[in-house]
C-alpha cells in the first residue's frame, strides 16, 4: 500500500465513533502507550434546565495485548422541569411545579479487554447514582479480525440492572432491568472508504413510569381528571446503525455519514441522521462542521390530555409525542507534536412538532430549543 494511502486509512478509521456501553475498542497498535484526558461538557434548554458535567478519562495500552479504559463523571443538574400538563387554559400546556431541580449524578465506567491473535474479547462494568436513581451495568464483548483486519465481525451483551426512586415519595424503590444484544461488521472497502454496520436489540422489563409527570384535564362537561404517569412494565426496542467514512486525499477531508433506526413495542420509530465532514487545515487543526436531524413517532398511549374513559396506561409526557429535531454543531480540534489536543465543540438544538418527518407532529408539542458546548484536552504517552 503506497504511504498517502496508509496516510489516508489512518485518518479515516481514527474517525471511527465508539458505540454505547457495547463499545468496540480502538485497534491496538503500541505494545505500551496511554491516553488521559478531560472534557467538560455545558448544556441549556431555554426557560428549562441546565447541566454542566466535567469528565475525566483514561486508556492504557499494556503489554501481552491488554488495554484498560475508564472514565469518571459528575452531572450536575438544575433549573426547572415540567411535571405537569394541564389545559386549564384552553389547550395543554407543560406546566413547572414545585422547587427548581438541583440534582448531581456520579457516573463511573472501566473496560478492560485481552487481545489474542485475531480475536479481541472484553469485559466492561458501569456504575451511575443520583438521588432518585440508581444504575449497574456490564458487558461482554468478542471481537473478531480477518482479510488481513479489513473486515472486524462483532458480537456483546450487556445488562443493567436500575432502581427507579422518587424524592416526592420516600416509599418508591421500583427495579428495571436491560438486556442488550449486538451483531456488527466493520468493512474497509478501500484504502479511503470504510463503513460499520450494527444491530442491537434491548429486552426491557420493570418500572418505566416517570414519578414526577401528572396529568389535570378539564372536560366541558363533568367533572377534570387527574393522572399520574403510568406506562407499560415491558419495553423491548430494535436498533440499527450505520456509519460511512470516506477521505478525501486531496481536499484534506473525511465525510462522515451515521444513520440510526429505532423500534419499539411501544410504537415509537425513529430515525436519526447526520452528515458531518472532518476538514484539516493549517498545522494540527481539524474542523468539523455536522447536520443532525432526528425524527420520531408518539407512543400508543401518549396524550397531553386524559382520555375518556380514563385509561389504565397513559402519558403526556411530551418527549413521547411526535416530533423531529435539528442539531447543528461545530468542533475545532488541535492536535499537537507533543501529544498534546485540545478540543471544542459548540451545538444547537431544535424540537418541534412540524420538524417530524413529513411534518405530521403531535399537535400541541412544545418547541424546545437548547445549546451546547464541550471544551476537552487529553495528552497520548
Known sequence: MAATDSKSLGALLQAALALPILAIPARAGAVESGEIGVNLLYYREQGLMK??????????ALRDGWEVRGSAAVDIVTGASPELVSNVSGKPVQVVTGASVDDRR?????????????????????????????????????????????????AGFGSSADRVRSHDDPTLDEPRDTKEYLVGLTQVLSPIAA???????????????????????????????????????????????????????????TLQADYRYYRDDWNITAHTLEVAWSQTVGDGWTL????RYYS??????????????????????QRLAAFGGVTPSFRATL??????????????VENAGNLKLGGSGSEFFEKLRAYYGILGMSRTF
Not at 447541566?51 to 492504557?60: H, I, M, N
Not at 438521588?131 to 473478531?144: H, I, N, R, T
Request: proline share 7%; hydrophobic share 30%; charged share 20%.
Open 51 to 60: 447541566v454542566t458535567e466535567p469528565v475525566a478519562w483514561t486508556r492504557l
Open 106 to 154: 456520579n457516573l463511573y465506567d472501566l473496560k478492560v479487554s485481552k487481545r489474542t491473535g485475531e480475536w479481541t474479547f472484553g469485559v466492561t462494568g458501569a456504575y451511575s447514582k443520583e438521588e432518585d436513581y440508581l444504575s449497574k451495568a456490564f458487558g461482554l464483548e468478542a471481537k473478531w479480525d480477518l482479510n488481513d483486519r479489513n473486515t472486524t465481525v462483532t
Open 195 to 253: 463503513i460499520q454496520t450494527t444491530l442491537q436489540w434491548n429486552r426491557g422489563d420493570g418500572y418505566y413510569d416517570d414519578p414526577y409527570k401528572k396529568t389535570l384535564t378539564f372536560y366541558p362537561t363533568g367533572a377534570p381528571a387527574f393522572a399520574g404517569d403510568t406506562r407499560p412494565d415491558p419495553r423491548n426496542a430494535f436498533i440499527w446503525l450505520t456509519r460511512y467514512r470516506h477521505h478525501v486525499a486531496h481536499a484534506q477531508g
Open 288 to 291: 468539523r462542521p455536522a447536520l
Open 296 to 317: 420520531q413517532s408518539r407512543a400508543d398511549f401518549y396524550s397531553p390530555v386524559i382520555p375518556q374513559p380514563q385509561p389504565a396506561i397513559h402519558s403526556s409526557d
Open 335 to 348: 492536535q499537537l507534536a507533543s501529544g498534546w489536543r485540545f478540543e471544542a465543540t459548540i451545538g444547537y
